[in-house]
C-alpha cells in the first residue's frame, strides 16, 4: 500500500533516493530499508552509491569491483533501485558532497534529492566533509534500526538540531531531515563477514540475510575466505 499524502506533490517533480554506504556485503537489511523509504516517501528512483572505504579509512574486505558486482546482482529486476558508481571511479578521496554536488546538476533545482544514511553514520555526520553543505544539496533520511543507535541520543548540538525538526513527508528539494523507523533487522554485514570467514556454508543466517545471487558470487570469488 502506497501511503496517500495530501500533499502530492505533481508527477513531473522527481524525488530520488541516494544510499551511500560500504555495502561490504550488501545484504537484504539494506535492500529492505530501501524499499521502506521508497514507498514512504514516494520515491521515483533509489541509487545504492558505494563508497571507496568506510569513513574511519578502515579498508573494506571486499574490492571496488566486488562490491559493485554484488550491488548489481543484488538490484537485478527491480527497476526503482539501480547502482552509482561514481564514488568508485573517482580517484582519491571520495567525499559524499561531492557526488551530491555532481547528482543535484544532472537532477536539476526542482528534484527532491534524499541521501540514505544508518544512525550510526549519522551521530558522526558532523565530522564529515562540510556537512552542512549537503543539507543544501539534499534532503537525509536517517534510518535508525531497532537495537541500533537512537536518533534521538545523539547530542551533538547542529544534529540536534536538525532532529528537531525532522519532518515525516518530504517535500522540498533540499534541507528537510526525516527519520525512517524501520522494524528490527538482527543482521549487518559485520557479523555477515564474520559468518562467511567461518566458511559456515550452513549458516542459516546467510542464507536468511542474503539474495542467493550474491551469495553465489561470495563463494565463486572466494571474497570473505
Keep these: 500500500m502506497m501511503p496517500a499524502h495530501s500533499h502530492h506533490t505533481t508527477a513531473s517533480i522527481k524525488r530520488i533516493g541516494v544510499f551511500g554506504g560500504t555495502f561490504d556485503p550488501v545484504h537484504l537489511g539494506h535492500m529492505g530499508s530501501a524499499k521502506a523509504l521508497l ?3 514516494n520515491l521515483d528512483q533509489i541509487y545504492f552509491m558505494p563508497c571507496q572505504q568506510h569513513p574511519h579509512d578502515k579498508q573494506p574486505m571486499a574490492n571496488a569491483e566486488q562490491r559493485l558486482a554484488m550491488l548489481n546482482l543484488a538490484v537485478q529486476g527491480q527497476s526503482s533501485f539501480s547502482v552509482d ?11 559524499t558532497v561531492d557526488s551530491l554536488i555532481d547528482i543535484r546538476e544532472e537532477v536539476g533545482e526542482q528534484a527532491v534529492l ?4 544508518g544512525s ?6 558532523h565530522r564529515w566533509q562540510r556537512w552542512e553543505t549537503i543539507f543544501s544539496l539534499a534532503n537525509v533520511a536517517v ?29 522540498a528539494p533540499c534541507g528537510q531531515m526525516t527519520i525512517a523507523s524501520l522494524p528490527p ?17 550452513s549458516s542459516s543466517l546467510l542464507t536468511e540475510f542474503m539474495s542467493p545471487q ?3 558470487y561470495i563463494y565463486q570469488q ?3 575466505r
Design 214 to 216: 550474491v551469495l553465489d
Design 185 to 201: 533487522y538482527p543482521v549487518s554485514s559485520t557479523l555477515l563477514r564474520e559468518q562467511l570467514l567461518q566458511a559456515s556454508a
Design 222 to 224: 572466494h571474497i570473505y
Design 120 to 125: 550510526d553514520a549519522f551521530a558522526e555526520f
Design 114 to 117: 534524499i541521501f540514505l544514511l
Design 85 to 95: 558508481d561514481r564514488e568508485l571511479a573517482r580517484s582519491g578521496k571520495s567525499f
Design 143 to 171: 534510518i535508525e534500526r531497532a537495537n541500533a543507535q537512537s536518533v534521538q541520543a545523539i547530542e551533538t548540538v547542529g544534529l540536534k538540531q536538525k532532529i528537531n525538526q525532522a519532518v515525516d513527508f518530504v517535500d
Design 39 to 41: 514507498a514512504a516517501q
